[in-house]
């Protein structure tokens, strides 16, 4: 099938369809999480060489990770197009542009795994700069992620996997700047992300989808639990990772002074919160977008945080 004709569109050209292939702008949103674990573990601001790599590593690690995810899903996602046509809902920030380029045939398979394989080197490059132990996390976020598209119709654990992976970004960064951080501190790491991406990411997201996955045997929280039940575990997981959030602030080596970590706390659960309601509220499919969008800033806003205690600090 032509790619305008599953689309209905013109079909675009350019930068456009790999920055689509890479979802950029999500990921840019993204990496906040590793600057913020940067921050944290490193108690300030780390040297500017570490600033320099880092930014442009973590990048590189977001583009690939995102592209790998729309190659492993290329046959599954090229099926699901044909047989049940574009989804023309909008309002979605993970659908922003053209949604799944590879799978609509505006991407070439060998143009996409080159696009992939060009971040996933600089990211490997500049991660073993950093510290051997990014570089680990890196590849194995990647088998992850592989790991993850290949179990749609397998388990709906596979929100797990997706948990897991989102959390490996911010813990290399965390290595990146001190070589041996605080087991506490990377648990507690780990945890904020991981419960922060299933409950205002993983979940909203395969909800975008639940009813083009139900026809095609995926097995995604929502399909499998129901939409009460889903959207009840979101609202649980993104209260859990504002909890976490107060002893990751209060206790990290940035010491931040209460004020911030309670702005961030407050501000989070302003951003998150009246949406995870609504959403268990209503069961609408618009109302799981606006999580997911809303959510998708929470990390950011944090980021914002601790950049002006430390702009206060510095003041002082």
């Given amino acids: 099938m032509a ?37 944290l573990c490193q108690g300030g601001l780390p040297p500017a060489w570490i600033i320099l790599v880092g930014g442009i590593t973590v990048f590189a ?5 995102y592209a790998l995810n729309d190659i492993v899903d290329y046959r ?32 070439t398979l060998p143009r996409a795994v080159l696009w992939f394989a060009a971040f996933a080197v600089t990211a490997l490059i500049g991660s073993l700069l950093l510290n051997p ?10 088998l992850l992620e592989a790991g993850y598209c290949l179990l749609l119709s397998v388990s709906y654990f596979r929100a797990i996997v997706n948990g897991v992976v989102k959390s490996l970004g911010p813990l290399a960064a965390a290595f990146a700047v001190n070589p041996s951080p605080s087991p506490w501190f990377l648990a507690g790491l780990f945890a904020w992300v991981f419960a922060w991406e299933i409950g ?17 045997g995926a097995r995604t929280v929502p399909v499998v639990l129901g939409p009460a039940r889903a959207s ?20 990290s080596p940035l010491t931040v002074a209460p004020v911030f970590w309670l702005a961030a ?20 499919d618009a ?14 806003l944090v980021l914002v945080a601790l950049v002006a205690f430390l702009i206060v600090r510095h003041a002082d």
Wanted: aromatic residues 8%; glycine residues 10%; positive net charge.
């Fill in 133 to 142: 132990v990014c570089a680990g996390l890196l590849v194995f976020g990647c």
């Fill in 265 to 284: 706390l407050a501000g989070g659960a302003l951003l998150v919160l009246p949406p995870a309601v609504r959403l268990t509220r209503g069961l609408a």
């Fill in 76 to 107: 599954t996602d090229r099926r699901l197009f044909e047989s049940l046509g574009r989804d023309a809902r909008g309002g979605y920030l993970d659908a922003a542009g053209i949604r799944h380029p590879l799978a609509q045939g505006y991407l």
């Fill in 287 to 300: 109302d799981a977008a606006a999580l997911f969008n809303r959510a998708s800033f929470y990390p950011a």
């Fill in 3 to 39: 790619p305008s004709a599953m689309s209905g569109r013109a079909s675009p050209a350019g930068l456009s369809l790999y920055l689509a292939l890479s979802r950029t702008p999500h990921a840019v949103l993204d990496l906040a999480g590793p600057f913020c674990a940067a921050l």
């Fill in 200 to 216: 205002g990411q993983n979940i909203p997201a395969d909800w975008h989808d639940a009813a083009r996955d139900r026809q095609t």
């Fill in 61 to 65: 690690g977001y583009t690939a990770v």
């Fill in 232 to 251: 009840r575990w979101a609202l649980r997981s993104l209260a859990a990772s504002l909890v976490l959030s107060v002893p990751l602030l209060a206790l």
